[in-house]
Every structure is written in structure tokens, then in C-alpha cells.
């Protein structure tokens, strides 16, 4: 004979409320540990307003890259051999300018890519993009 400590059958319908206590408790203590730790301020040497320098602009090549495949360098056309010594010239200067390259809409990837890796290889550092129009 089987005894029961409870009265009936009937399934039990309460929550067991320990693992959420137990949740709680660990969330506390994680921000009891971590909240000193975020009060630390930390010290920025941040721009005084009215102290920027005012460095001269750089001069700007554009060089812009037909669906054809035919370039203009500053709105002179340029071929493959032209653009690799101008981009060298370029390169070369005291102060480097920046290359905005303009592809169009129909040319190759590769012949950007090319330009690209020619101007990365003849030294050039500060290529970019022309945003559309």
C-alpha cells in the first residue's frame, strides 16, 4: 500500500519560482561587480573650439574612366602608358594629390581595378572615389 501526501490527483499549478530567484540574484551581483568599474572617468585631451589648423587643401587629379575604356586625366584624354607616368609623376611630388577616380557606369571592374593597382604601385596614397552624380 501506497500512501500520498496529497489528497487527490489533480495536477499541480504552481510556478517554481527558484530559478528565476536565482537568475535575479546572479544579475545582481554581476552589476554589484561591474558598475564600480564604470564610474572610473577616464581623461580626454579633447580640441579647444578656435585652435584647428587650418592645413592647406590638397591638390585634386581627377581621373575619369569611360564605359569605353578611354580615360581623361583632368579632362585631357590619356592613354594606358600616359596615365602610368602621370600617376608616376604624381607620385613623386612633395605634397602627393589625391586621386579622385569617376568610373562610369558601364566600365569593367578590371579596368578599375587596374588604375587602382597602377597608382598603388607607382606610390600614390590617397585614392578615392567621385560619388555618383
Same mark, same amino acid.
Given at each position: 500500500?501506497?500512501?500520498?501526501?496529497?489528497?487527490?490527483?489533480?495536477?499541480?499549478?504552481?510556478?517554481?519560482?527558484?530559478?528565476?530567484?536565482?537568475?535575479?540574484?546572479?544579475?545582481?551581483?554581476? #552589476?554589484?561587480?561591474? &558598475? @564600480? /568599474?564604470?564610474?572610473?572617468? !577616464?581623461?580626454?585631451? +579633447?580640441?579647444?573650439?578656435?585652435?584647428?589648423?587650418?592645413?592647406?587643401?590638397?591638390?585634386?587629379?581627377?581621373?575619369?574612366?569611360?564605359?569605353?575604356?578611354?580615360? #581623361?586625366?583632368?579632362? &585631357? @584624354? /590619356?592613354?594606358?602608358?600616359? !596615365?602610368?607616368?602621370? +600617376?608616376?609623376?604624381?607620385?613623386?611630388?612633395?605634397?602627393?594629390?589625391?586621386?579622385?577616380?569617376?568610373?562610369?557606369?558601364?566600365?569593367?571592374?578590371?579596368?578599375?581595378?587596374?588604375?587602382?593597382?597602377?597608382?598603388?604601385?607607382?606610390? !600614390?596614397?590617397?585614392?578615392?572615389?567621385?560619388?555618383?552624380?
Amino acid at each position: 500500500m501506497a500512501f500520498s501526501a496529497r489528497a487527490s490527483d489533480a495536477p499541480l499549478a504552481q510556478i517554481n519560482v527558484t530559478p528565476l530567484v536565482d537568475v535575479l540574484l546572479v544579475l545582481l551581483v554581476i #552589476t554589484m561587480i561591474t &558598475s @564600480p /568599474v564604470l564610474t572610473h572617468k !577616464l581623461k580626454l585631451d +579633447l580640441p579647444q573650439p578656435g585652435t584647428v589648423d587650418k592645413a592647406t587643401p590638397t591638390e585634386t587629379v581627377q581621373l575619369s574612366i569611360h564605359a569605353d575604356g578611354s580615360m #581623361t586625366w583632368n579632362d &585631357s @584624354p /590619356v592613354d594606358a602608358a600616359m !596615365l602610368s607616368s602621370q +600617376l608616376a609623376v604624381a607620385a613623386h611630388r612633395s605634397e602627393q594629390p589625391s586621386l579622385l577616380i569617376d568610373p562610369a557606369d558601364g566600365v569593367s571592374y578590371q579596368t578599375v581595378a587596374d588604375v587602382i593597382a597602377d597608382a598603388r604601385r607607382q606610390g !600614390l596614397q590617397k585614392i578615392d572615389f567621385m560619388g555618383s552624380r
